[in-house]
């Protein structure tokens, strides 16, 4: 999958690995990103981004297998339609800064 990120082409295996690059980068310059982030996302029955790993789908541990560490101490579900990465990345360009669509180019199959 390809997206450009601020003027830059890049390539990932599939959408979460993508979805998972771009937080990684946009956290790059702010300790705090991934904090402030956890909260605008937050799922009605989920947590999109936690602390720990059974956070993230706190009622239902078998789901525990779908959580990929971001960073040390943060986790993200990826048991979510591309609609919802998309969601997340266009909160997360704007808590960045950055223009989802302007400074964030991606295109989602079924999104």
């Known amino acids: 999958m390809q997206y450009i990120l601020e003027g830059e082409d890049c390539v990932a295996s599939d959408a979460t ?9 946009l956290a790059e310059n702010d300790p705090a990103f991934f904090e402030s982030l956890a909260t605008r ?3 009605r029955t989920r947590n999109h981004l936690a602390r720990s790993r059974v ?15 971001l960073a040390p101490g943060w986790f993200i579900g990826c048991n979510i ?8 990345l266009r909160t997360a360009c704007t808590l960045a800064g950055l223009t989802f669509g302007r400074d964030l180019r991606i295109k989602f199959a079924n999104a």
């Not at 789908?57 to 779908?66: E, F, N």
């Open 17 to 25: 690995e993508a979805m998972i690059a771009i937080l990684c980068r």
């Open 41 to 43: 996302v937050r799922g």
């Open 55 to 69: 956070d993230v789908y706190p009622d239902r541990p078998d789901l525990a297998r779908y959580v990929k560490q």
């Open 81 to 88: 339609a591309n609609r919802e990465k998309k969601k997340i």
